[in-house]
């Protein structure tokens, strides 16, 4: 088991948080934004930038070559899909991707919308962490949490009509 200290200040003992997410034993603050058969998608607040979404696989494993052939079809529409989604509910014109395999959670993508105010940390994907830092360290105020909360409930109502 591993204790993991989630954004509300409360701590968790999970095997994975990803699991933990996918099967509702933790709910991400802000709730769930969309679920397919065999993806998950939530925001994650510790990092309370309007429009990142964190997109899951219900199953355990760590590797996009793990998917099977309907989870591979079923990711790139998920993902499209909520690609889209911010597009047009939130104006995003620029969307970072990554995953890393070496998690000590399962197969997650983020999607990292790129900001005008994010240039102050670099030009391109060498800002990513930076600006992943500032968000957690400096973004949390009310106000822009509440922000954050409205582009959940937004993406949500479109993604789920
Ligand atoms: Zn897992």
């Known amino acids: 088991m591993r204790r993991i200290q989630l954004a509300n200040g409360t701590t968790v003992e999970v ?24 993806f998950h998608a939530h925001q994650d607040v510790a990092y ?18 793990e998917l099977t052939e309907e989870e591979k079809i079923d990711y790139i529409q998920v993902l499209s899909k909520i690609r889209e989604a911010q ?42 962490r930076p600006v992943l830092l500032h968000a957690r360290n400096e973004m949390n105020d009310d106000e822009n949490i509440e922000q954050v909360k409205k582009s959940i409930a937004a993406l949500t109502v479109e993604l789920n009509r």
């Open 15 to 38: 095997e994975c948080l990803s699991c933990a997410l996918v099967k509702g034993v933790v709910e991400p603050d802000g709730g769930v934004i969309y679920e397919s058969d065999y």
């Open 48 to 65: 309370p930038i309007r429009g990142l979404v964190i997109l899951a696989s219900k199953r355990h494993v760590k590797s996009l070559d």
């Open 87 to 128: 597009r047009k509910v939130l104006g995003i014109e620029y969307v970072y991707y990554f995953y890393n395999e070496d998690t000590t959670h399962h197969f997650h993508t983020w999607m990292v919308p790129r900001y005008e105010w994010m240039y102050d940390f670099g030009r391109s994907v060498e800002s990513v």
